[in-house]
Every structure is written in C-alpha cells, then in structure tokens.
C-alpha cells in the first residue's frame, strides 16, 4: 500500500471523526484524517487543543469534554491533514483534497463521511445586514478567540444552542437586552406527547431546566411567540435595530448592535449529495439526510456517515456513531475470518447507549421544529445570499411554471454563488414545496456537483505533481 | 443609537500575538485566531460589499459555511476571513464586490 492509499479515509475532525479514527487505529486500520479547519474538534469541540477563554466555566463541562476525545485521537497513530478542503470524492474510491493551495489525491477503501452540521438557513428581511450573526458564529468566537458580541445584544430564534449561547455570554457577564423566542406556540402542543419518553432522557431535561433558569435568574427580559422578526440598518447599511411582533400581535422595535440568530441546525449534505447517495427527507428535524442502515452504512458499499451529517443527534451520539461505524467496517473485513465477532460486546454497549442519547430527540425535534415564518419566508426576504434573490422572485418563478430547486437555479441563479446552496438550499426547496403544493420530498434538492467548494484554477493544476508526498 | 461595532475580548488563556494590518489599521490579534475574529474585534463592519448589489456585509457563520466573511488577504481576494488563520504581519483589506481576474492566480 503507497502512501497515498488508506484502509479508511475520514472526512471531518468533530466528535464522530476523531471517535472513529481513534478506534480504527485500535483496530489495526491505516487511517486518513482530513478537516477543512486548523486544529481538530469540529464545531463542537472547536480549538479545544488551546481554548482561548481563561475561565472555564463560561463554556462549562460540556465543551471541556472534548479534550478526551482530542488525547485519544492524538496518540493514536492516524494521518491527519488540517487546513484540508476535500473538494471532490468519486464513487470510484478517490478523493481530491486541497492543502494549503496544492490540491492532493488519496484512494481509500471505506469513507467515513463525519462532515457534521451547519445551522438552518434562517432568512428573514435583514438577516443579511452586518451585526446579524448565528449564535454558533457567537460560540465559535467565543471558543476561538474569547470574544463578544458589541452591544446591545438581542438573541432570536428557537432551539437548544439559543439557550446555551445566552447562559455562556451571561456568564462571562455580558448583558444581553433581550431574547426572542420565536418557537411556535402549536410546538409546545405536538411536543407534549413525547415529553414522557424524553423523561429516559432525563439529563437532557435537567440540563435544558437550568438552562431556563439560568437566563430567568439574570433577569434577561425574554419574550415567547415572537414572530415577524425583521432587522433594520442605519444609513451606513449596518445593523440598527430589531422588529417584531409579540406575542399579543404589538409591533415593536428594539434598538441593538448585534443580533444573534438561530433556527436549529441540519446535516451538512454537500458531500453526500455530490456523490449521488440516496437522500430522504426528515418531516419532523425539516432537513434533508442521507439513507443510512444503523451501522452509517450509505447506499454506496464503501461510503459511511456518521454524526450530525447522517441526521441531528448532538455531539455524543456522534461519538457513538463513529465507534459504530469503524465496527461495521472491521465487521466487513474480517467477515468469515477466525477474527470476527471480537467487538460484539463494545458494539452492543455503544448501541445502547448511542438509544440513550437519542431519546430527547422525538421531544426537542418536535419543540423546536421552525416556524413557518423561516422556512417560507415573506416575499421581500433574500433567500440566496450570495446571488441575492428573494422569496418572491422564487414563488414568482414556481407561478411561471418551474417544478424544482434546479429549475429556478437556472432562471435566477439562487445557488449558483460561492456557498453553493448551503445557505438557500432548505429554504428555496421548501419555498417550492409550499407554492406547488407538495412535499419537499417531491420538489427535491439541488444537483450539487464537484468541486464542492470553490477552488482556482491554481489549486487544481498542482494536482498532477502531488501524488507524491503525503 | 448603537455606535461601537468591536466585539470585546474576555480574560484569555497565555497566547502569542500578532500584529495586522486592517483596512490601515494595525491590530493586535491571537496568535491561532481567524483572521475574521480579529475583524470583528477591530470592528470593520462591513468587511466586504457584494458583487451584485454593492450592499454590505460581515462574517455570518464563522466556519467556513456561508462565504459572506470573503476579503482581500494578503492581496489574494475573495479569501475566506473566518477559514484563515492570523499571521504577523499580514494585510488584510474590504472584498469590494467581484474580484478583479488578474490572470497570475486563477
């Protein structure tokens, strides 16, 4: 085997990624890490190898946690490459990386796909004004270099990270003026009859209660039944102020400098999608996911996906999922051999506790499903941020006859920018299916191809000389 | 009326530091951080104009997702901000609109 021949490629250093790294290593396998950021941890964990913040109790435990995983992987013998952007992966078992400028090529025999989540495109007239940010961009910040938001600060949207990025800025004393919950009242009524089963979970509860009365305690003023949120700017065209209505139906308007935004976050499907595997999509977490067995397995023999990229479950069910997904591998490879069966028990015990921690999932899924308002936003809105094409230029093209997201993508060029769909993807889909009168599921996606993220025409002329060193 | 547009640095742990320069402006950065941290805490808002409107904009997401953190990074446009590191001495300026195609690094 050469040196740019691996057993098992992976794609993504979060939890899944180095989970499974650090077991395949264990098993014996040649292992090829490669992350598009600079130091491993994924979003989750992000620089967890040098946390910027010198207390650490504004992160808490939770993120800390991390450092475990990052000692296992450290030592455990893998090629990893950071700074690296896998731009293309064939179904013929190859990958097209960028490092650094040079573009480099690897033949792998499985793939582990571990590219995690993003946030939910969340539009809304002036999400694009400077000062908007999502809370992950807040907590990113924060991870990396212990910064915070200029204020006022104003917190919106729905979801578990909203709460958590506002006990993390309350903690490390920064005043926030408000925070918008635009959880949609209907939500707390279909989430109910999964608040039994949520109980197994009961660490989750606990911890989303102290959450509640962390923010209640600093006596943020927090309103619930937030809807028609818009963001004004000043006549520098930045960020000036929040609008909305309250749960009464009032308008109001409330002067800040930042507005972190969040609507819950979806699988990262880029690379799943490039490579043709079979997609479906989830009417409860309103995202699509890749069609996977409950080893990880795609419809491609050699190709895997674990973590938030295989569907939302949180960063210790991805852990779970990576472990899993390397035991499938191993399954495979030693299947009829005299070796087989020896993870049995490890297997069996990381299932069960992989059930543990997606008992809170039917519970959260259902509370925090976003309002209507986000996923088919008012026609003023810029869907697409790169091409700056909005709500009413895509109903307007579903009137004139166009059945789908590729479609539309030709007539106004929604998708065609630099993010190749990652910020409008949902949303002009959902857009179609609601104007069309059908299902997201029967509108479909965009057709994404390779390169998956923008690369010159530099970067791709090195590849013929870099097969050589790894 | 909010005025101050720079993000505020907490007590962090022992760090190097960097020195950039930001649109003329020179600033000290963290050693390891992004390049669209450092802008942020300059408080360089907006840090790029868009190529079909003109209209301003600033990192959004901050890993690498949304592309709306481009600037002009050591001479080298349409670069990602918030997917590049920080570096001594480094010249970072506004991505106003489209990059200009220049024929030496397509």
Same mark, same amino acid.
């Given at each position: 085997?050469?040196?740019?021949?691996?057993?098992?490629?992976?794609?993504?250093?979060?939890?899944?990624?180095?989970?499974?790294?650090?077991?395949?290593?264990?098993?014996?396998?040649?292992?090829?890490?490669?992350?598009? #950021?600079?130091? =491993?941890?994924?979003?989750?964990?992000?620089?967890?190898?040098?946390?910027?913040?010198?207390?650490?109790?504004?992160?808490?435990?939770?993120?800390?946690?991390?450092?475990?995983? %990052?000692?296992?992987?450290?030592?455990?013998?893998?090629?990893?490459?950071?700074?690296?952007?896998?731009?293309?992966?064939?179904?013929?078992?190859?990958?097209?990386?960028?490092?650094?400028?040079?573009?480099?090529?690897? @033949?792998?025999?499985?793939?582990?796909?571990?590219?995690?989540?993003?946030?939910?495109?969340?539009?809304?007239?002036?999400?694009?004004?400077?000062?908007?940010?999502?809370?992950?961009?807040?907590?990113?910040?924060?991870?990396?270099?212990? %910064?915070?938001?200029?204020?006022?600060?104003?917190?919106?949207?729905?979801?578990?990270? %909203?709460?958590?990025?506002?006990? #993390?800025?309350?903690?490390?004393? /920064?005043?926030?003026?408000?925070?918008?919950?635009?959880?949609?009242?209907?939500?707390?009524?279909?989430?109910?009859?999964?608040?039994?089963?949520?109980?197994?979970?009961?660490?989750?509860?606990?911890?989303?209660?102290?959450?509640?009365?962390?923010?209640?305690?600093?006596?943020?003023?927090?309103?619930?039944?937030?809807?028609?949120?818009?963001?004004?700017?000043?006549?520098?065209?930045?960020?000036?102020?929040?609008?909305?209505?309250?749960?009464?139906?009032?308008?109001?308007?409330?002067?800040?400098?930042?507005?972190?935004?969040?609507?819950?976050?979806?699988?990262?499907?880029?690379?799943?999608?490039?490579?043709?595997?079979?997609?479906? *999509?989830?009417?409860?977490?309103?995202? *699509?996911? =890749?069609?996977?067995?409950?080893?990880?397995?795609?419809?491609?023999?050699?190709?895997?996906?674990?973590?938030?990229?295989?569907?939302?479950?949180?960063?210790?069910?991805?852990?779970?999922?990576?472990?899993?997904?390397?035991?499938?591998?191993?399954?495979?490879?030693?299947?009829?051999?005299?070796?087989?069966?020896?993870?049995?028990? @490890?297997?069996?015990?990381?299932?069960?506790?992989?059930?543990?921690?997606?008992? /809170?999932?039917?519970? %959260?899924?259902?509370?925090?499903?976003?309002?209507?308002?986000?996923?088919?936003?008012?026609? @003023?809105?810029?869907?697409?941020?790169?091409?700056?094409?909005?709500?009413?230029?895509?109903?307007?093209?579903?009137?004139?006859?166009?059945?789908?997201?590729?479609?539309?993508?030709?007539?106004?060029?929604?998708?065609?920018?630099?993010? #190749?769909?990652?910020?409008?993807?949902?949303?002009?889909?959902?857009?179609?299916?609601?104007?069309?009168?059908?299902?997201?599921?029967?509108?479909?996606?965009?057709?994404?191809?390779?390169?998956?993220?923008?690369?010159?025409?530099?970067?791709?002329?090195?590849?013929?000389?870099?097969?050589?060193?790894? | 009326?909010?005025?101050?547009?720079?993000?505020?640095?907490? =007590?962090?742990?022992?760090?190097?530091?960097?020195?950039?320069?930001?649109?003329?402006?020179?600033?000290?950065?963290? @050693?390891?951080?992004?390049?669209?941290?450092?802008?942020?805490?300059?408080?360089?808002?907006?840090?790029?104009?868009?190529?079909?409107?003109?209209?301003?904009?600033?990192?959004?997401?901050?890993?690498?997702?949304?592309?709306?953190?481009?600037?002009?990074?050591?001479?080298?446009?349409?670069?990602?901000?918030?997917?590049?590191?920080?570096?001594?001495?480094?010249?970072?300026?506004?991505?106003?609109?489209?990059? #200009?195609?220049?024929?030496?690094?397509?």
């Amino acid at each position: 085997m050469n040196s740019n021949q691996f057993d098992l490629a992976i794609i993504g250093a979060g939890p899944a990624g180095m989970s499974a790294a650090s077991t395949a290593a264990k098993q014996g396998l040649k292992v090829l890490l490669l992350d598009e #950021q600079p130091r =491993p941890g994924g979003q989750i964990y992000r620089n967890i190898g040098s946390p910027a913040l010198k207390d650490r109790q504004i992160l808490g435990p939770d993120y800390y946690y991390g450092e475990k995983l %990052l000692t296992a992987f450290s030592g455990a013998g893998v090629t990893y490459l950071h700074g690296a952007t896998v731009w293309e992966v064939t179904t013929d078992n190859i990958l097209y990386v960028s490092v650094k400028g040079e573009s480099r090529r690897f @033949e792998f025999n499985k793939l582990l796909i571990a590219t995690g989540a993003q946030e939910r495109p969340s539009p809304f007239p002036g999400w694009t004004l400077p000062g908007v940010m999502t809370c992950g961009a807040a907590q990113i910040l924060l991870k990396t270099s212990g %910064l915070t938001p200029p204020g006022p600060i104003v917190i919106a949207g729905s979801g578990p990270l %909203l709460l958590l990025i506002s006990c #993390q800025l309350i903690r490390a004393g /920064i005043k926030i003026d408000a925070i918008l919950d635009t959880t949609p009242g209907k939500n707390y009524r279909s989430a109910l009859p999964e608040f039994l089963g949520a109980l197994k979970g009961w660490r989750f509860v606990l911890k989303g209660m102290r959450m509640l009365s962390e923010i209640r305690k600093a006596g943020i003023q927090q309103l619930s039944g937030v809807t028609g949120l818009s963001a004004d700017q000043d006549e520098s065209g930045n960020l000036s102020a929040v609008t909305y209505y309250d749960n009464k139906g009032h308008q109001q308007t409330l002067s800040c400098s930042s507005l972190l935004v969040h609507q819950g976050v979806i699988p990262n499907s880029q690379l799943t999608r490039s490579l043709g595997l079979a997609h479906v *999509w989830d009417e409860v977490q309103k995202c *699509w996911k =890749p069609e996977l067995n409950k080893w990880g397995q795609s419809s491609h023999p050699d190709i895997l996906v674990a973590g938030d990229s295989a569907g939302i479950g949180g960063a210790l069910a991805a852990e779970l999922q990576g472990k899993l997904a390397v035991f499938e591998i191993v399954r495979q490879r030693d299947a009829g051999s005299a070796t087989s069966g020896n993870n049995e028990i @490890e297997q069996e015990k990381a299932i069960q506790e992989l059930q543990q921690q997606l008992v /809170i999932r039917p519970f %959260l899924d259902r509370l925090y499903s976003p309002a209507e308002e986000f996923m088919s936003p008012p026609d @003023e809105t810029i869907v697409c941020r790169c091409e700056e094409v909005t709500a009413g230029e895509i109903r307007s093209l579903a009137n004139d006859g166009c059945r789908g997201p590729n479609q539309t993508k030709a007539f106004c060029r929604a998708g065609m920018g630099p993010c #190749q769909g990652r910020q409008c993807g949902t949303t002009v889909s959902s857009l179609l299916a609601s104007e069309l009168k059908a299902s997201p599921a029967q509108v479909g996606y965009y057709n994404i191809r390779a390169p998956i993220k923008p690369l010159t025409l530099g970067e791709l002329a090195t590849i013929g000389n870099a097969d050589s060193n790894c | 009326m909010p005025t101050d547009s720079r993000f505020n640095r907490l =007590p962090v742990s022992e760090k190097g530091l960097v020195s950039i320069c930001i649109e003329g402006q020179t600033i000290t950065a963290l @050693e390891g951080e992004s390049v669209a941290a450092a802008v942020l805490q300059a408080g360089v808002r907006p840090s790029r104009t868009t190529p079909v409107t003109d209209s301003g904009r600033a990192p959004f997401c901050m890993m690498g997702v949304c592309f709306d953190c481009l600037m002009e990074i050591d001479g080298k446009p349409n670069t990602q901000a918030c997917m590049t590191e920080v570096r001594d001495g480094m010249v970072v300026n506004i991505q106003r609109g489209a990059r #200009q195609v220049l024929g030496d690094d397509l």
